[in-house]
T-cell receptor, first 114, second 115 residues
Framework: GIQVEQSPPDLILQEGANSTLRCNFS?????LQWFHQNPWGQLINLFY???GTKQNGRLSATTVATERYSLLYISSSQTTDSGVYFC????????????????FGKGTKLSVIP | GAVVSQHPSRVICKSGTSVKIECRSL??????MFWYRQFPKQSLMLMAT?????????EQGVEKDKFLINHASLTLSTLTVTSAHPEDSSFYIC???????????FGPGTRLTVT
């Protein structure tokens, strides 16, 4: 199956700093999502971005599908940004039998300190 | 929009008993829902895919007789952990597939502790 690697595994930032999280995947994908898992375990959708660039406030993401990677940018980080950021990819289309599954990377644990 | 709920959020049960976890899509219909398990400080592991009106598809190594999944309506899927043992203690998370965009939206999770 498809392999997903995220880097760095851990990141500590001073409040206000910027950061870039990376997600590499081993095969072509037609689905890529970024999530933030908060300290209580809830996964929050950040971006659905199988290709291209999107921005939402202080967050933006870019996926270069041909080179099999995606980047998540966090600008002016805040303590509430702390948590684990997951990249998840899907590599098959709907066929009516358990499709649209996501394979998750191991995540980047971000700690933003005041 | 695209809100998914799970109930209960926490449950403690004795070894040998069964526990049912509900996953509901609150503001959209979901033909497909997924069940994941997450161990501490680890990533999410897909357990099974739940399709409304049909049998669930289980991932390799997941016992279908132990983890019973029922997707009886377009807004509700349930996971029943039968004859629970301490090794079943974990964080269980469901997601629902938004058909028009194929994004998955996640519930808040259920922390199961088996004593």
């Amino acid at each position: 199956g498809i392999q997903v690697e995220q880097s760095p595994p851990d990141l500590i930032l001073q409040e206000g700093a910027n950061s870039t999280l990376r997600c590499n995947f081993s095969d072509s994908v037609n689905n890529l999502q970024w999530f933030h898992q908060n300290p209580w375990g809830q996964l929050i959708n950040l971006f659905y971005i199988p290709s291209g660039t999107k921005q939402n406030g202080r967050l933006s993401a870019t996926t270069v599908a041909t080179e099999r990677y995606s980047l998540l940018y966090i600008s002016s980080s805040q303590t509430t940004d702390s948590g684990v950021y997951f990249c998840a990819v899907g590599d098959d289309g709907y066929s009516g039998a358990g499709s649209y599954q996501l394979t998750f990377g191991k995540g980047t644990k971000l700690s933003v300190i005041p | 929009g695209a809100v998914v709920s799970q109930h209960p959020s926490r449950v403690i049960c004795k070894s040998g008993t069964s526990v049912k976890i509900e996953c509901r899509s609150l503001d959209f219909q979901a033909t497909t829902m997924f069940w994941y398990r997450q161990f501490p400080k680890q990533s999410l592991m897909l357990m099974a895919t739940s399709n409304e009106g049909s049998k669930a598809t289980y991932e390799q190594g997941v016992e279908k007789d132990k983890f019973l999944i029922n997707h009886a309506s377009l807004t509700l899927s349930t996971l029943t952990v039968t004859s629970a043992h301490p090794e079943d203690s974990s964080f269980y998370i469901c997601s629902a597939l938004l058909d028009k965009t194929y994004e998955q939206y996640f519930g808040p999770g259920t922390r199961l502790t088996v004593t």
